[in-house]
């Protein structure tokens, strides 16, 4: 297969889901040309440009830095057509109306360069019909690339073929969007709503149909149908808030038009009351007003039978509560099913009513049941699709559950279920999935790029790969992948949240020298988080017992390790993705070179529970700003001091692992991965890579030249304007200046030269300073018990 | 106690347009700025030999980068001034411009010169911050109290005065639309016109797609900063910007700016020799400390030692150009001193017009002066506060 290359891209429609689309390519670095129509008045790129100004100002943002946006050219479809020829992939997002997709085609088709790749983003339309709208010596060019809102955030993106898609297009986009773009592709068969949201529609039809018939409200479905079963927070009706009454409407209504012949077709309908709150403007979270309405502080909920909104009172039966958090899914459903409380009842019939329609639809929407509960988890949230939740509840016990309360009148629908489902046990297993259309199990892809992917995500059934374990102790794991490369050797944190406390540091450190005698690389990979920081609780035991002689130990010995990371004699990658925060930040600082998964959230935090960053993490940057300043004709390393100041005494967190690069916690020449999947396989490729090369750790730096007490007070300076103008504390000012004194090298005349033992007994003496104080104690006790920050 | 042996009196007195940062002037250099005005400034008195400027005193409040290197020099050579001539910079923060002025016209009364030329100029979109390039603060403001507030920025101190002189919000905005009301009726009047040297800027731009390098010509004429918009409800949706509940918003604080401005002073003696027609004649100069975190109520102080030296009393001074560092220190020193508003900044004030630091003083003569002709008016003061807490005065008296 040729290489597949996208040089530059071309999205068409400025909206929610074009401009998006377009943010999340130049992330991954291709730059986009984004279209839309001529503004009426003024510049003519108009509409676009509001689009692109539209994305900066967005949270959580689709860019993964703000400066990605200068690679979004606006263009329009008057002016600027011949600007399509150098692009390699066309998406069409614009709205969903044949007729003004068929008009933008015609117009495009001239200027599409030969070997171009066109898709529709449309979430519904027919990708056959629309193909018709092409010249026929495009369509074998053509296919549908289903993204989902927001697309950086969401994993799933559905491609679809029409008849006349070349396959091996398929395979090389599917690939490249897979690594590239990092998304999680279903193949989808060109059937309406393709395989997500036709289950994900159904899904919210039935709660809205189960609500009604058994009177609960609103907000005690969304407490239901939210974490307690799997799904998302915003659970059923507040997602259609965000969503949108309108869209939902519309998407309904799509499904009403286009699938007459359905059996569940009579549910296909806008309930009445959706209906009437459209009709008065309430279209959700866009005006403020949908099912759910903030007033005030206020959450308050739209009541089906008063017709009013009420205060939000959730109360959720203690018995429902006992059953769902019984960890056998098995007896959990079977429980669920003999509970006579109706919010069990309702439950259980929303479950019911899923698996009934993705069994019966199975064979006509998806290639098999991998496909479908993928869908359901990457495009709607769920941590489990619906047939591998039916799986796991037991598959033939279910099955005649089902059965009987189809028999029974009590399902949605009175359709049989298929007869496939009476002779299996399951639909997952370690061979593959069942696919209904071809009766036959489907291994996973065999597409090169998933070999890529040590650890994929699994449904049910499947086996990971387990590792060969080298050593390990209670806080970690030293293993290698001998199939992969028996000589890079793996350390993985076991702890809860791979928080870093005793066990950890002791077992890294072991690792490390391990590693060092018998391996010629190391990589640091667990999955995320790659590490919420030091134990609090370990040191909350020695703060209660007065050991702060033992706590200074304590955090050498922590300095030490990460110390141990940086001087290895073998190259460490760390392999970082989700949260990476206080200690679990300085450990990747310390590391050889880091992987981060785009999605990273990296930060020393130490600030908010009034400490600082002690574990080699100021010391880092006091290190760098001195490298850095001795390139400049300054000389001065205060001036790269101050925004990691602001950095760290804010508590900053990058929202992405290219954000991290930018607060200089992960740096230039470091890789940001889009497919988390891909992680390990790439820090593995580094590591082998730099130990191929002959790496070698560098020398600790001596003569640090710091920016000592002026710099201190550069920094003074600033705190003292922001405590006067009452945005921070007096505490927060203090436990700022002691940042700032561990970053500017400690009470020393600027300019004093130091080595980095130095920092580091700086930072460790200062930390331990502030953990003598009951302020501090107060912030940790405080967020030991609720997880937030305590401003005292 | 004086020692004065004879008048100093300002015979020409010019102003670039002032820019808005990262506008206009944007790419313009200080030192460029500073040449345009000294050479206009002379222009205006095209009999007089240049060789016979005894100093040329400049003001710049972050005299460093490219006003450095003792811009005043680098200025004077640049407009072709004989290199006989002298230069110094020198730097009271806001003040800057109107201390040359005043430092000029010292000079001359005390018999030490007869021509001086007196000078601001400041660039603040091509320093990196509004503390200059590089800070460096002293420790030892931190280990006492009552230096703390030395570290104050412009905008806390603002708040302070606001919170301890009782400005509310409103009357703060209120001040805010009146000034660009005001100067925006006086650019449409073209009361700016006499003072105003149009600078033509030549910017070398680059055309990307075209791969040449643009050079852009542009006669700049007109100050950038006052905006016919501007309105109550506008800056009613602005948000504090130096405390979490402050009212001192970037709407009514002075717009960062560049700018620059020259004045011509002379003595009796040279007035005759060459014929000169006098603007104004120098009446007095007075500055006065106050404390740091209230810096912005130092024209209170100030206004009274010059008026006091001069023996000229507040009724007798017909406008006032009080620099408008911020809307709620302007209303703080009006109401303290009872300054009769419809006399202070009758051409709109730094909220509209801009504050190029340094050269302020210099720019608000210029205007003072050339207002003062045009209305046929006599007495004249420039007073501003002053960062790390003063406040300085100049009064002028026109010459007919």
Known sequence: MSNFIVRKAAVLGAGVMGAQIAAHLVNADVPVVLFDLPAREGDPNGIVNKALDGLIKLEPSPLATKDRVAYIDAANYEQHLDRLGTCDLIIEAIAEKMEWKDDLYQKIAPFISPNAIIASNTSGLSINRLSQGLPEALRAQFCGIHFFNPPRYMHLVELIATQSTAPELLDKLESWLVSRLGKGVVRA????????????????????????????????????????????????????????????????????????????????????????????GALGQKTRCGIFKKEGQAIRVFDLATQEYRDSVVDIAPELLAILKNRNPVEKFAQLRFCEHPQAQFLWAIFRDIFHYAAFHLADIADNARDLDFAMRWGFGWTQGPLESWQAAGWSAIAEAVKADIDAGRAMCSAALPAWVFSRDGVHSAAGSYSASADDIRPRSALPVYQRQIFPERVLGENPVAGTTVWENEGVRLWILPQLDSEIAIVSVKSKNHTLGRDVIIGMREAITRAEADFQGLVVWHEAPFALGANLKEVVEAITAGQFEMLEAYVGEFQNAALALKYAKLPVVAAVQGMALGGGCEFLMHCAKRVVALESYIGLVEAGVGLIPAGGGCKEFAIRAWQLAAKTGGNDPFEFIQPVFSTIAMATVSKSGAQAKELGFVLDTDKVVFNANELLYVALREARGMAEAGYCPKLSPRNIKVAGRTGIANCEMMLANMKEGGMISAYDYLVAKYVATALCGGDVETGSLVDEAWLLTVERKLFVELLKNEKTRQRIQYTLETGKPLRN | MSKQIQEAYIVAATRLPVAKRKGMFGYVRPDDMLAHAIKSVMAQAPGLDPALVEDVIVGCAMPEAEQGMNVARIGLLLAGLPNTVPGITINRFCSSGVQAVADAAARIRLGEADVMVAAGTETMSLLNQMMGNKIAMNPAIFEKDENYAIAFGMGLTAEKVAAQWKISREDQDAFAVASHQKACAAIQAGHFKAEISPYPIKSHVPNLKTGEVMINDYLADTDEGPRPDSSLERLAKLKPVFSARGSVTAGNSSQMSDGAAAVLLVSEKILKQYKLKPLARFAGFAVAGVPPQIMGIGPVEAIPRVLKQTGISQQDVDWFELNEAFAAQSLAVMRTLDLDPAKVNPLGGAIALGHPLGATGAVRTATLVHGLQRTKQRYGMVTMCIGTGMGAAGLFEAMF
């Open chain 1, 189 to 280: 068969l060109d059937t309406p709503n393709f395989v997500a949201n036709r289950v994900g529609v159904f899904s919210i039809l039935a709660v809205m149909h189960h609500t009604q018939q058994f009177g609960l409200g609103f907000d005690v479905v969304d407490a239901l149908t939210g974490p307690l079963i799997g799904r998302p927070k915003s659970a059923t009706y507040r997602t259609a808030d965000v969503v949108g009454l309108d869209t939902m409407a519309h998407v309904i209504k799509t499904m009403q038009d286009t699938l007459p012949d359905d059996p569940w077709h009579v549910f296909y309908a806008v309930p009445a009351w959706l209906s009437a709150l459209i009709a008065q």
